[in-house]
């Protein structure tokens, strides 16, 4: 059987995103630096996206005692795919699986008023999965993880909208990468599944959840045995170059930790009242979302998530005092450059060479002496030369947008669209 064209794990290696070594161990990728410029602008993304929805950041740590996971119920539902505990000063700690259990207990680090809810806490971070050697594979089934998660701590009549509002977080980040859901999925419990027994809570959570992807208007199929042990979920579905389906985004309701945490808010009456806990993920795991990344575009990343966003190529080295110049403008404006020089072969096989490029910058005499670039897009279209400055601008307020756009609607090139050289 052949690999499909889009395998990840091939393209990821050939641009230098990231590799593996049986030294490091199975399951543990490493970023270069072109995967570390990706995984950077992706984490920056949805940092930026949930300040704007009104999240606040923490930091909490990858290990926990048992006692945590216990509480939980992780020990209880889940502890086959956890790393075995260490023993510390006679206290055994573990790798932690998800970072809920840590949120919980700085929601409950302090005493809680009716009006901070909903508090929406989010974090990426690290946590470890003990997955079985035949499984893994690239980044998509990895041992450590790095997460977008968050936990929204509100009340029961403030759930529906939160979900509801975690969902649009996840269709917009869609838009912004360039990447669509194969499928909505309501999961639900099934028969003999490791589950918490609460069934007036599955009943009440799977009752919300419905009604949010109702009014959401998105079509949708239930999935048992595919919920949380906590709760029922909705998960977003993705499909690879292969056809293989995987979640990457999920919204969950979840009523049984913060009972097991026994996490409470003073209402408007002066009384004590639990809180729902709301579990949210918008891009899932860092790994995953970068592997469908990858097959979905080709490695032909959107210009914002790109490593390398402009490459300027000049004729001869004549020119380049003037590429070094635009390479440290375009440093001042954040955008990540390379400088392909006469050194690396002509000018066709540079621009060969940088076919992923969204943008290619070329700075032949003329325009050298006039400040100008020729740009090509990666689409093969060219544009006639530009002021060099006009070229930064545009480019910048295309990745600031976060854009799915090379150029901007409604500007046509004056050169005629032509093939990749």
């Known amino acids: 059987m052949t690999a499909p064209r889009h395998d990840h794990r091939r ?7 990231f590799d593996t070594d049986p030294l490091i161990g199975a399951g543990l990728p490493y970023w270069l630096p072109h995967g570390a410029a990706v995984r950077h602008a992706l984490e920056e993304y949805i940092r930026a ?19 945590l996971y216990e509480i939980s119920g992780h020990w209880a539902h889940y502890s086959d795919d956890m790393f075995p505990p260490l023993d510390l000063g006679g206290e055994q700690v573990v790798l932690r699986p998800s970072l809920c259990p840590h949120h919980a207990v700085i929601y409950r680090s302090r005493a809680r ?32 993880i790095q997460l977008n998660d968050a936990h929204i701590f509100c009340t029961l009549d403030q ?33 003999g599944g490791k589950h918490v027994a609460a069934p007036d809570a599955w009943r009440r959570a799977t009752a919300l959840l419905t009604d949010v992807l109702d009014r ?17 979920k909705i998960d ?136 100008l670039a020729a740009l090509r897009l990666r689409d093969g279209r060219r544009l006639d030369p530009l002021p060099a400055a006009e070229v930064l601008s545009r480019i910048s307020a295309l990745t600031d947008a976060h854009s799915t756009d090379l150029w901007d609607h409604g500007e046509t090139p004056a050169g005629a669209a032509v093939p990749h050289a």
Request: glycine content about 12%.
């Open 11 to 17: 393209l990821g290696r050939e641009p230098a995103l």
């Open 49 to 67: 996206a949930e300040r704007c929805a009104g999240y606040q950041h923490v930091y909490s740590p990858v290990l926990g005692k048992r006692e």
């Open 113 to 144: 008023s009716y009006r901070e809810l909903p508090l929406r806490m989010a974090e990426l971070g690290g946590m470890y999965r003990s997955e079985l050697s035949g499984v893994l594979g690239g980044l998509t089934r990895v041992r450590s």
């Open 159 to 191: 759930v529906a909208g939160e979900a509801g509002a975690a969902l649009e977080m996840v269709r917009g980040a869609y838009r912004a990468l360039g990447i669509r859901a194969a499928r909505y999925r309501l999961s639900l419990p099934g028969p």
């Open 216 to 232: 959401s208007g998105l079509p949708y199929e239930k999935g048992e045995g595919e919920a949380a042990f906590y709760g029922p």
């Open 236 to 371: 977003v579905q993705v499909t690879d170059s292969a056809g293989r389906e995987s979640t990457l985004s999920t919204v969950q309701v979840d009523f049984h930790q913060p009972e097991r945490f026994d996490l409470h808010y003073i209402g408007a009456d002066g009384a004590r009242h639990r809180p729902v806990m709301v579990h949210r993920s918008i891009i899932g795991s860092v790994e995953r979302a970068v592997a469908h990344l990858i097959e979905h575009h080709g490695g032909a990343f959107p210009a914002w998530l790109a490593p390398v966003q402009l490459a300027i190529l000049p004729v001869s080295c004549d020119q380049q005092e003037q590429a070094e110049a635009l390479a440290r403008r375009c440093a001042g404006l954040g955008l990540r450059t390379e400088i392909a020089g006469p050194d690396r072969g002509s000018l066709g096989a540079r621009i060969r060479e940088g076919r992923l490029v969204p943008y290619q910058g070329v700075i032949g005499p003329k325009e050298a002496e006039a400040e």
